[in-house]
Structures are given as C-alpha cells and as structure tokens.
C-alpha cells in the first residue's frame, strides 16, 4: 500500500519518491523521513508534516499551498517553482538547502532557521516572519512586499531584496548588510545621495 493517499494518515515510515505522479492532498504525515529522490509536481496541498523529514530530495513544481510543517529538519534539499503560498512552518530547520522560485506569499514562519542556503526568486509577500534566522545562506532577488517581520535575524547572509524594502522593520542586520542595503533604502526613500 502506498503512503501517499489524498486525506491519508501516515506514522513513523520511511517514505519513497514513486515514479508516478504523488497526489495526496489534506495527508497528514507524523514522523516520516523521505530521504532521496524527485517529487516531480506532487499534489500535496493542504498536507501536514510533524516531526521527521527530507534529506537529499528534489520537489519541482510541488504544490504544497496551505501545507502545515512543524518540527521538521530539511537537509540537502532543493525546491524548485513550489507553491507553498499560505503555508505554516513551525520549529523547521532547512540546511544546504536550495529555494528557487518559491512562493511563500502569506506563508507565516516561527522559529524557522534557514542554515547554509540558497535562496533565489522566493516570494514573501504578505508572509509573516517571527524568529527566522538566515546563517550562511544567499538570498537572491527576495520579494517582501507586505511582509511582517519580528526578531528575524539576516545576519551572516548575503542578502538582495528587490521588492518591498520598506518592510524590513523588524530585521536584524550587521553593519555590513546595512551598508549594502543602503542604496535601495535611501531610493525607497527618495534621498538623493551623492
């Protein structure tokens, strides 16, 4: 019997990447692993994740919109063109991870620590971010427009945000990054610097 099931159960199993499309939408998952392996545009709206993991997987094309992840440990995995617009994370800890071209808008994230990461084209808008930590990664061509931000700590990351600077109110900076973000602060705020 397979484990991915729309609406289904799963407890305390070591999960496989099948080469048929997944579709398991409104799955709850309790202590899993899936280590290794594509999800190649998986259904997996609405899903819940508690405890276990990913380590060494590619999701291309997932759609994990309203998805549910609490003390989770992502581990040399990539997310590539993923919906997780609406989605909660909570206590998940994403290391040498890749995020490209992810949609998290209206995501809320607490107690989130992204560890030696890429990050590239991810989309935060309106998403709300509460005790997010950043160490070591690439943040490249960062959307935050309306985001919330409280205590999120961008120190030790390289960070472009193209979109939505002004909402930067509540983030930790060091010196460095203050001074790289100062052009696009002072063009948001319309002073000429010369």
């Known amino acids: 019997m397979?484990?991915?099931?729309?609406?289904?159960?799963?407890?305390?199993?070591?999960?496989?990447?099948?080469?048929?499309?997944?579709?398991?939408a409104g799955a709850t998952f309790v202590?899993?692993?899936?280590?290794?392996?594509?999800?190649a545009e998986p259904g997996l709206a609405r899903t819940t994740w508690r405890g276990g993991g990913l380590s060494g997987v590619r999701i291309v094309g997932g759609r994990l919109a309203r998805s549910s992840w609490r003390d989770v440990a992502i581990e040399d995995s990539a997310l590539a063109g993923c919906e997780l617009y609406g989605a909660v994370l909570r206590g998940v800890v994403v290391r040498r991870g890749a995020?490209?071209?992810?949609?998290?808008?209206?995501?809320?994230?607490?107690d989130v620590v992204f560890e030696d990461c890429v990050l590239r084209d991810v989309?935060?808008?309106?998403?709300?971010?509460?005790?997010?930590?950043?160490?070591?990664?690439?943040?490249?061509?960062?959307?935050?427009?309306k985001a919330v931000f409280e205590r999120v700590d961008l120190r030790?990351?390289?960070?472009?945000?193209?979109?939505?600077?002004?909402?930067?109110?509540?983030a930790i900076v060091d010196t460095g990054q203050l001074m790289a973000l100062a052009p696009a602060l002072a063009a948001h705020l319309g002073l000429d610097v010369r």
């Open 156 to 170: 030790g990351a390289e960070v472009e945000v193209t979109r939505g600077i002004d909402r930067l109110a509540g």
């Open 31 to 39: 202590d899993c692993r899936l280590t290794g392996g594509v999800l």
């Open 99 to 110: 995020l490209d071209s992810v949609n998290l808008r209206g995501a809320r994230l607490r």
């Open 2 to 24: 397979t484990a991915w099931v729309p609406e289904g159960l799963v407890e305390g199993v070591a999960l496989e990447a099948p080469a048929e499309p997944v579709a398991a």
């Open 123 to 145: 989309d935060l808008g309106g998403a709300s971010l509460v005790r997010v930590s950043f160490p070591g990664c690439r943040i490249e061509r960062l959307d935050i427009t």
